[in-house]
């Protein structure tokens, strides 16, 4: 296990901004930084990141915590996992605890799975740089591709010996189980016999956003036409080539950076251009453009430059995607290598310079290049133009902002020497049509009132205690430590002996304040995450005198941490929304008079419900036991007095 020593020193050393900078493309936005959010689709920023607080919030999924905590829901890491990761990132040694059998059980299946991954990419490097076949076959064959050292280092590229089980082997002989070998499909079980899938092939790693080994592209050094020239890893626990792209752990950087994505079809098309000094770049891996691999781009910048191999067939496949990528609300720019060439040969034939001022100067807006590439087939046609008319309006109706719709219809109009109005027709029959696929014959859905059932009276009394203890957690968490004066009253009875309570001021800090007035009446929190909340808040207050809210935040119950995050995070959410640049004011929240009202208000609440309860309790005798009718009413009369009471102090009737 990992030392709490260790982990203590990466909370006090990680910095949450810069660790989801590395995921999600953020701006400053006042004290704080806010971008897209990466759970979920979206097109205007709800994911917002507190340095101050060192806590991040994703107001559209309600996901929230702190730096680890994001790792965790992010990258799907377990907490050993995510400490691991940072302690690396910051150069942190990390001290182990010794670890007993039944925590090693515990290690699941994902993880031994991304293990047994690693070990296989460590295992084919050490064998394309240091066993003789390795360096014969495989280094010389990337080598002869032109890559240098560094490069084949960076993307740790490897050799499998052309060896039945050479690989299974030298696994399982430093006890790796065939179980997670098979899982991973770096061996194939077959009829009792196991072999390596990637026998004899070169292997490009495929790294997740981390960085951590999910799978292998594998391609054949055999000029057999029988043998497929490129093998993938199959699906698993860890990969989905649908959802990851190839390159897409060495570009982020670069990518937000150029705040530009080039976006190619295969591993050597990204080796080359990063060789070429073009680091922004990632590959789909030779599979077709999916909506999820588009996400992980728009994480990182809203701009994607699709680059195109020169032959027909590759340019009319590329382009599927880029209605795709509309759909998802991001700029594309399009641009096609000369006939014959592809990114890979088209970098080694020019030089770094001579090929940035090649992608800068050939981008095209896909609607220019869309009718530069069509109009030469339709020509006089008019039945051609009038399709490619048609298929350009297609493309344009898959962009979701109206106003960038617009802009592309003028463009169209002006470039196909066609009316706008035109245009604005076939985008509305368009939209027709899609109702009706959507719908049926009708265009929209009839649907019928839902009748909700009315909550109980005890189901609307429990909400609003749990609204009540939240708020208290909420007072503690944001104005524990500050010392107010509070308001109080004392029995006393004027001289003629009439009562008339006794207001005094008393000096405590928030914390003080509550606690004693909770403990005094003896209120327990209902809510049982809350009331875990409360009871961490009095540990830290007996403790070290004050409530340092990192503790919660960094807390080892996710709940509570996460809990604690949405309330401190709350006050930021006005801050997504761009108020001040719409001239529309907030109010400030929780000055001292109002947190001074707020916490009064909160436990004469506390009280007055406690006071309901009774009184419900007491009508309940009252009914079933005539015996003790007067005492019961007696009673009764005398907690409507202190409900009144209580009432008139917080200014509302009875």
Request: charged share 30%; aromatic share 10%.
């Amino acid at each position: 296990m990992i030392s709490k020593r260790t982990i203590d020193l990466v909370f006090e050393t990680a910095r949450v901004e810069e660790v989801i900078g590395e995921f999600v493309q953020l701006k400053k936005s006042g004290s704080n930084f806010k971008g897209l959010s990466p759970f979920s689709e979206e097109r205007t920023p709800s994911f917002m990141v507190s340095p101050a607080k060192q806590i991040w919030k994703d107001f559209s999924s309600g996901k929230g915590g702190n730096v680890l905590s994001f790792l965790m829901e992010h990258e799907h890491f377990s907490y050993p996992e995510a400490i691991r990761f940072l302690a690396k990132k910051y150069n942190i040694e990390i001290e182990e605890t010794v670890e007993s059998p039944e925590q090693q059980l515990q290690n699941n299946e994902r993880e031994s799975l991304f293990v047994v991954s690693e070990f296989a990419n460590q295992y084919f490097q050490e064998i394309l740089f240091k066993h003789p076949k390795g360096v014969a076959i495989g280094l010389s064959y990337f080598k002869e591709r032109g890559y240098r050292e560094e490069i084949i280092q960076k993307f740790q590229l490897g050799y499998c010996l052309d060896e039945w089980d050479a690989f299974t082997k030298e696994a399982l002989s430093k006890t790796y189980e065939l179980d997670y070998l098979d899982k991973t499909g770096l061996t194939i079980v077959k009829d009792g016999k196991q072999f390596d899938r990637f026998k004899g092939r070169v292997l490009f790693p495929i790294h997740s956003m981390s960085g951590r080994v999910l799978g292998f592209g594998g391609r054949t050094l055999s000029a057999d036409k029988n043998i497929a020239k490129y093998v993938n890893s199959p699906e698993s626990e860890i990969y989905h080539k649908s959802q990851i792209l190839y390159g897409i752990f060495h570009a982020k950087k670069e990518i937000v950076k150029e705040d530009n994505c080039y976006l190619v079809e295969g591993y050597t098309d990204v080796i080359s251009l990063h060789q070429a000094g073009i680091e922004n770049v990632v590959a789909s891996s030779g599979t077709a453009l999916t909506p999820e691999q588009i996400r992980l781009i728009r994480r990182l910048t809203n701009n994607i430059t699709v680059l195109f191999d020169g032959d027909a067939a590759g340019i009319k496949a590329a382009i599927r995607g880029v209605d795709l990528i509309l759909e998802e609300g991001m700029n594309v720019r399009v641009l096609t290598f000369p006939d014959g060439d592809d990114p890979d040969s088209f970098s080694k034939k020019t030089s770094s310079e001579e090929l940035k001022e090649y992608l800068k100067q050939n981008s095209k807006d896909f609607i220019n290049y869309k009718v530069s590439l069509l109009l030469e087939d339709a020509k006089n046609d008019p039945v051609k133009k009038a399709a490619l008319i048609r298929d350009i309006v297609g493309s344009i109706a898959k962009i979701p902002d109206n106003i960038q719709r617009e802009i592309y219809v003028q463009e169209c109009a002006h470039l196909m020497h066609i009316s706008e109005e035109v245009l604005f027709n076939e985008l509305a029959q368009l939209h027709k049509k899609e109702l009706k696929e959507l719908h049926g014959v009708q265009f929209v859905e009839q649907k019928s009132f839902k009748v909700l059932k009315a909550p109980t009276a005890e189901e609307t009394q429990e909400t609003y205690l749990q609204f009540l203890e939240r708020e208290i957690i909420r007072l503690l968490l944001l104005h524990g430590n500050t010392k107010l004066d509070f308001i109080d009253w004392i029995d006393a009875h004027d001289e003629n002996g009439k009562y008339q309570p006794k207001e005094i001021v008393n000096q405590n800090t928030v914390f003080e304040e509550i606690y004693l007035q909770l403990q005094a009446d003896e209120i327990e929190f209902t809510h049982e995450l809350f009331r875990a909340i409360y009871d961490e808040i009095i540990k830290l207050f007996q403790q070290f005198e004050t409530i340092n809210s990192d503790a919660l935040v960094n807390h080892s119950e996710l709940e509570i941490a996460k809990e604690v995050t949405n309330i401190l995070m709350e006050d930021e959410k006005y801050i997504i929304g761009d108020w001040k640049k719409r001239d529309i004011l907030i109010k400030a929240k929780d000055d001292q008079n109002e947190v001074v009202k707020s916490v009064t208000d909160c436990i004469l609440n506390l009280r007055r419900n406690l006071v309901n309860q009774k009184i419900t309790e007491l009508k309940n005798q009252f009914s079933q036991n005539e015996e003790n009718n007067n005492e019961s009413l007696d009673l009764i009369m005398k907690y409507k007095g202190l409900e009144m009471l209580l009432s008139d102090k917080l200014g509302r009737e009875v």
